[in-house]
């Protein structure tokens, strides 16, 4: 049996998992950052509605 084939396997689909992972925790991230940036400009525009 390779057990090279099994190697690459293991080590690219690590590789392709972490980087799928930073791209999903990155996202929602910004979608978070996003959010409260909207709701603290919400915020400011009600106090300074007359």
Same mark, same amino acid.
């Given at each position: 049996?390779?057990? &090279?084939?099994?190697?690459?396997?293991?080590?690219?689909?690590?590789?392709? &998992?972490? &980087?799928?992972?930073? #791209? #999903?925790?990155?996202?929602?991230?910004?979608?978070?950052?996003?959010?409260?940036?909207?709701?603290?400009?919400?915020?400011?525009?009600?106090?300074?509605?007359?």
């Amino acid at each position: 049996m390779n057990f &090279g084939w099994i190697e690459l396997v293991f080590f690219y689909g690590f590789a392709i &998992g972490f &980087g799928v992972w930073q #791209v #999903v925790k990155t996202d929602r991230e910004l979608k978070r950052t996003r959010a409260e940036r909207e709701a603290r400009e919400a915020a400011e525009r009600e106090r300074d509605a007359p």
